[in-house]
């Protein structure tokens, strides 16, 4: 982000709107693109999502205006959300096919990437690499792992041939499963949002640690989301969705109402651990539940519930940062326990009624 700032002169509402643009790419695929995954199936749009997912990335720093960069951003966020979407159709249906929990391994995989990425691109960085080359050299390595792993990919029956293919068009916006999944995870991703960009500011602003101490509250969110995937799947065979998502919400709430009372250094990085440990297995579960919903294709189910989810993230911090303002950051971060005790109370409800 400071590097596409400096590039191209941007003043922080510019910037604001060149990550608003990753957002809109992403939800406007979300919105529109499950029924063309559902038809052509998840390995073409693992490709298509992905190609031009790394495509766009190679191009962020190369090219000449600003306005490119917000169309070229917004492509960057649709074959994203693409890949996610059609990654996780397929994650559902391996997983249906081996009969036993793996979406929350898959999950831990994707933070385990993110964590190598920020490494590695921090190293090159600090080695002098040009950042275009670096971004340039991650395309083209992501292009190349994309390319290796899709022949692996399961084809999936065409969408005419699919057993719920014949469900009156549009009806996931009619289904009250989705809407109630989508709502679960637009809340839990308040939750999360939050984390990511105010967990940081709290530890320097109102535990006043020290720079060192603050930059480790998200390694200690990040480190706690990663390691809780990777047993997640173990919890979810032994103890079921339900459960699961009730233990870990829970958690997540106590973790944060732990780090607001008692605003230590050891106390907050505690909490911030606790609320990735609580948090990790959200998504993996909503989203394997939003593909075995009756009556809709897993891509359409996915698409509709990550839509929602989306916005969450969107909101969080925003959200956030409105409470804050009119009151203090500590209240302003009470609404993250509050949201990981309403998904504690209301999500395994749900879960249950959909015989999840």
Request: proline fraction near 6%; include cysteine; hydrophobic fraction near 60%.
């Amino acid at each position: 982000m400071p590097t596409v700032r400096d590039r191209f002169h941007l003043n922080p509402a510019m910037l604001s709107v060149a990550l608003f643009a990753v957002a809109g790419g992403s939800i406007g695929a979300m919105v529109t693109n499950g029924p063309w995954i559902a038809r052509v199936g998840t390995r073409r749009a693992c490709l298509a999502g992905g190609l031009v997912m790394s495509a766009c990335a190679a191009l962020i720093l190369v090219v000449p205006s600003y306005w490119m960069l917000l169309v070229l951003l917004a492509f960057f966020g649709a074959g994203m959300a693409t890949l996610d979407v059609a990654m996780n159709a397929e994650a559902s249906a391996v997983e249906e096919a081996l009969g036993r929990p793996i979406m929350s391994a898959l999950h831990g995989m994707f933070s385990l990437g993110g964590m190598a990425g920020a490494a590695v691109g921090g190293a090159a960085l600090a080695h002098g690499m040009a950042p275009a080359v670096h971004l340039l050299l991650a395309a083209l390595i992501s292009a190349g792992v994309l390319l290796a792993a899709c022949p692996a990919v399961l084809p999936h029956v065409p969408h005419s041939e699919h057993p719920d293919a014949h469900a009156p068009r549009g009806s996931r916006w009619r289904s009250p499963a989705l809407w109630a999944l989508g709502a679960i995870a637009l809340i839990a991703l308040i939750a999360e949002g939050a984390m990511y960009d105010w967990a940081t500011v709290y530890m320097r602003d109102v535990v006043a640690s020290t720079p060192a101490a603050a930059s480790a509250a998200y390694a200690a969110f990040s480190g706690g989301m990663a390691a809780a995937r990777f047993a997640g799947d173990a919890v979810r065979a032994r103890f079921g969705a339900p459960q699961l998502i009730a233990t870990s919400a829970s958690l997540a709430c106590a973790g944060m109402i732990g780090a607001l009372l008692l605003p230590n250094p050891i106390a907050a990085l505690t909490g911030f651990t606790m609320m990735g440990l609580g948090l990790a297995n959200m998504m993996p579960v909503l989203f394997a539940a939003a593909a075995r919903v009756k009556g809709i294709p897993a891509a359409e189910g996915l698409a509709h519930v990550a839509g929602l989810a989306y916005f969450g993230l969107l909101l969080g911090p925003v959200i956030i940062g409105g409470v804050a303002q009119v009151t203090n950051l500590p209240i302003g971060l009470s609404v993250v326990a509050l949201c990981a005790a309403l998904v504690a109370f209301v999500g395994p409800k749900v879960l249950r009624r959909l015989g999840i």
